[in-house]
């Protein structure tokens, strides 16, 4: 009788195993990705509407481009000023008074739309969702109390 030395052959289901857990390793390691890259942006875009916020509270030119410029990494960011502040006298300011309450604030919106770059879409596709896979829109907003 022979004898042997390694014990029985399982290769077959070694690799069936590793069949079925392939794609929600996949699914997994794309989500990890994605959600990345997407809390990314919105930490760019929540920058990028803080200093606009700023430049439209100084009364500062070009608040939408500056604002843009802001959001470094990302294209196709919009910039809404919802509220400008008034434009103060010209010639050196007065030392400034304590805010009265309810006194006048500049407020920035700003949005990108984020696109993923994994097969998560084409999975949800598959699927007949158009959930996690279709592109999100990020949206941001600063406040900053108007100075004089």
């Given amino acids: ?10 290769g077959g289901a070694a690799a069936v195993e590793f069949a ?22 919105q930490i760019t875009i929540t920058q990028a509407a803080r200093e606009g916020a700023r430049l439209a509270a100084l009364n500062l030119p070009n608040v939408t481009s500056r604002t843009q410029a802001a959001a470094t990494g990302l294209s196709g960011v919009g910039v809404t ?3 400008a502040c008034p434009a103060g006298p010209s010639g050196p300011p007065p030392p400034p008074p304590p805010p009265p309450p309810g006194s006048a604030n500049a407020d920035v919106k700003v949005s990108y739309t984020f ?15 158009s959930g996690p896979g279709s592109p999100l829109t990020l949206t941001a907003e600063g406040v900053m109390p108007c100075e004089p």
């Fill in 20 to 41: 079925l857990m392939l794609p929600l390793l996949l699914l997994l390691l794309f989500g990890i990705i994605d959600f990345g890259r997407a809390l990314n942006a």
């Fill in 115 to 129: 696109k993923f770059i994994t097969p998560i879409g084409a999975i949800a596709r598959l699927f007949g969702k």
């Fill in 81 to 83: 000023i919802v509220t």
């Fill in 1 to 10: 009788m022979r004898r042997r030395l390694f014990g029985p052959h399982d």
